[in-house]
Each structure stands twice: as structure tokens, then as C-alpha cells.
């Protein structure tokens, strides 16, 4: 499959026209043009390159890439080593970050939600969802359900029922949208990361709230979409989970 043809598919399958994200959506570093392997992964770290190089891959797919908005510019340090071995093995970067969070299909957060058997309440578009169980089940229960589901233990803060229905979720660094999901009425709140203040707006709100990793919470995207390519392109796609406990 020629490159432009792949980024141009992605772009649009992944709506990439409807955010307002933090760094460039799409090629980041050009390689060869025509595409046959790809590596998926969460981050654009040197071992997920390393490993792309072992596998021969023409390029890598990635949710986490470079250029982000807080960064330096300058190509020095570990940003000098991980893009002269891509330029150096001909290898493509793409990166997707907020659409592959959103998308409705295999988005990270559409995901999540399917893991759960969460029934898709949310009341308006965006990233944070909103969903409902079958049944009320008690919050250990559900805790030990993310998991096992995530191969992680979550970080449980306290403050909602001892039984809920309603939970709302959003991957990676969202502990923000907390009010979110109170204005809502959840009874949970899952993210990816945790601030000093979660703690006590959980308390103070009457809302659990779950800290379930930023990488575990995105993994699910990410394989995903490489999954789709192969199904849909035949490119030979291969998922290459780097453990981070964060």
C-alpha cells in the first residue's frame, strides 16, 4: 500500500478535521512510500523503534508521537536518537493522538467501554463517555473487573456508593473532567492519571474515582486500528505492547 494513500485513509477515517489537538495528527516523519508492515504501539519510544527495526517494518503507528505543543524544538537528546533511526531505516511515523482517543468504533475510549460492558449513555459528543451497567454490582467488584481487564491494578479513591450503576470514563491524563462526571451523576469516574486535588473533589463530590494507568487505558486503540488496517488493507500489522506502569 502506497504511504500517502494510507495517511490519506487515516485521516479521514479517524476524523482528524474535528479536533483541536496538541501535536500534528498524521505522518510526523516520512519514510519509504510503499507499506506492507507496520508496528502499532501507545508511545514512539526507542524501544517500540528498536522492536519496528527487528521486525522490518516500513512504519510505525503510534498514539503517542513527537512535536508536542510544551516541548522543545530542538532535535537533540533522546528526540535526535529516536528520529535519526527512523530517517535512517526509511521508517514512517504516524501519529494519532485525540481522534484515536474519540473515534466511535475502536477509539481508546469506545474500547474501554466495550471491555466493560458498558451500555453508551453519554448525553453529547466528546471525549469523556458516559455508560451504564445491567446492573448495580458493588464497587469492589467493578474495581477488580478494571483489573483484570487492564492487567493493573487502578488506584481506588473512595467517595461514591457501595454499589454503582453509572460510570463515567475517559483515557489517559483526564482526571480533570471529574466535574464532568459528577454534573452527570456518575457514580464512578475511570482516567488514566490522578491529581493531589482528585482525591478530595472524589470525597467532597460523592464520586468513586479510578486511576487506571495512562498507557493501560490506551493500549486498546491503538491495536485496535492496526488490527483494522490489516483486515481491511491486508498489511501485516503487529501490536508491540512496551510495559509502563504510569
Not at 510503499?34 to 504501539?41: A, D, L, M, Q
Not at 475510549?109 to 458493588?138: E, F, H, S
Request: glycine letters at 10%; one cysteine or more.
Amino acid at each position: 500500500m502506497q504511504r500517502d494513500e494510507l495517511v490519506s485513509y487515516l485521516q479521514t477515517y479517524l476524523q482528524v478535521a474535528d479536533y483541536k489537538d496538541y501535536a500534528p495528527n498524521g505522518l510526523q516523519v516520512e519514510g519509504k512510500q510503499e507499506i506492507k508492515t507496520i508496528v502499532t504501539g501507545v508511545t514512539a519510544c526507542q524501544a517500540l523503534i528498536d522492536e519496528a527495526i527487528r521486525l522490518n517494518a516500513d512504519a510505525i503507528l503510534v498514539h503517542h508521537g513527537y512535536f508536542w505543543k510544551s516541548e522543545p524544538v530542538e532535535i537533540v537528546g533522546f528526540k535526535q536518537k529516536r528520529i535519526k533511526l527512523l530517517l535512517t531505516h526509511d521508517i514512517n511515523l504516524m501519529a494519532y493522538h485525540l481522534p484515536l482517543d474519540g473515534h466511535a468504533e475502536l477509539g481508546n475510549n469506545a474500547m474501554l467501554g466495550k471491555l466493560w460492558k458498558l451500555q453508551d449513555i453519554t448525553p453529547q459528543p466528546g471525549l469523556l463517555r458516559l455508560g451504564k451497567l445491567n446492573r448495580p454490582v458493588q464497587i469492589d467488584e467493578f474495581v477488580e473487573t478494571v483489573e483484570r481487564s487492564l492487567n493493573r491494578a487502578p488506584l481506588h479513591l473512595p467517595g461514591g456508593p457501595e454499589q454503582i450503576q453509572t460510570v463515567a470514563w475517559c483515557s489517559g491524563g483526564a482526571q480533570g473532567y471529574i466535574d464532568q462526571a459528577l454534573a452527570w451523576g456518575a457514580d464512578l469516574y475511570i482516567s488514566g492519571e490522578v491529581s493531589e486535588q482528585t482525591t478530595h473533589l472524589a470525597m467532597e463530590g460523592g464520586i468513586h474515582y479510578l486511576a487506571a494507568g495512562h498507557h493501560a487505558t490506551e493500549r486498546l486503540g491503538i491495536k485496535a486500528l492496526g488490527e483494522h488496517l490489516a483486515d481491511k488493507f491486508g498489511l501485516s500489522c503487529h501490536f508491540v505492547d512496551i510495559p509502563n506502569p504510569v
